[in-house]
């Protein structure tokens, strides 16, 4: 049974979930209370330093950074739909990870954060940050669903997982990247079972 540490709002724990789902892996989610602070708890500190969700217990393998935790539970379960062995395959789905956690997540976090959950407390600056580097984002995503349904091919993988943990993030506070073949990817997303119980209730 593995145990994520988990809070619903959080993107990057979601994602993981999906990939459980997806698998029909055994889990237990316990919550961290983020609005409370309980990331910074000493408890839970001693789990994450980095005070951040998720956090993926497996016996006595405690690990951080919602990709490698991806990646890990793809590895030992042999999970090649969702993490492609063949190596060009496989480097694509790379690619969109890294571009997720590098290049979409900060603007995600820009907008999100300051639009939402700091309330009239937001940081306009960083807002506007956010929006623009969306601008120049969104079509080098909506470029690469061009040609096919998913990210990578026809079936998604733990990349799609990863930016659609994003997309719903933005949704939160109500923006959307522009983009036809965005929004019918996101459409698609939306139809996968595993993808949608890692929702937070509406
Ligand atoms: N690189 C980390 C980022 C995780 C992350 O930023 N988690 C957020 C919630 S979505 C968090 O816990 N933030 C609290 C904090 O940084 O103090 C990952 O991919 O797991």
Redesign the pocket.
Same mark, same amino acid.
């Given at each position: 049974m593995y145990i994520l540490y988990h809070?619903p709002y959080? &993107?990057?724990?979601r994602r993981v979930v999906s990939l459980l789902e997806a698998a029909k892996l055994p889990y237990e989610l316990r919550h961290v209370d983020?609005a409370s602070g309980a990331?910074?708890s000493a408890a839970y500190l001693a789990i994450n330093p980095?005070? &951040?969700?998720?956090t993926l217990l497996d016996g006595d393998l405690v690990l951080?950074?919602?990709?490698a935790i991806l990646r890990y539970l793809c590895h030992k379960h042999g999970l090649t739909d969702w993490y492609p062995a063949d190596p060009k395959h496989r480097a694509r789905v790379e690619q969109w990870l890294d571009w997720n956690?590098c290049r979409l997540s900060p603007a995600v976090i820009d907008i999100v954060r300051n639009k939402l959950f700091r309330g009239d407390k937001g940081d306009l600056a960083a807002i506007a940050r956010g929006e623009a580097n969306l601008r120049e984002l969104a079509p080098i995503l909506d470029a690469g669903l061009a040609a096919q349904d998913f990210l990578t091919g026809p079936k998604p993988t733990i990349a799609d997982l990863a930016v659609a943990s994003n997309l719903f993030q933005l949704g939160l506070a109500k923006v959307s990247p522009p983009g036809a073949h965005t929004a019918a990817w996101y459409q698609r997303m939306g139809t996968l079972d595993a993808f949608r119980k890692s929702l937070p209730p509406a």
């Open positions: 809070f959080s &993107q990057h724990a983020m990331h910074l980095n005070h &951040q969700v998720p951080h950074e919602s990709n956690q």
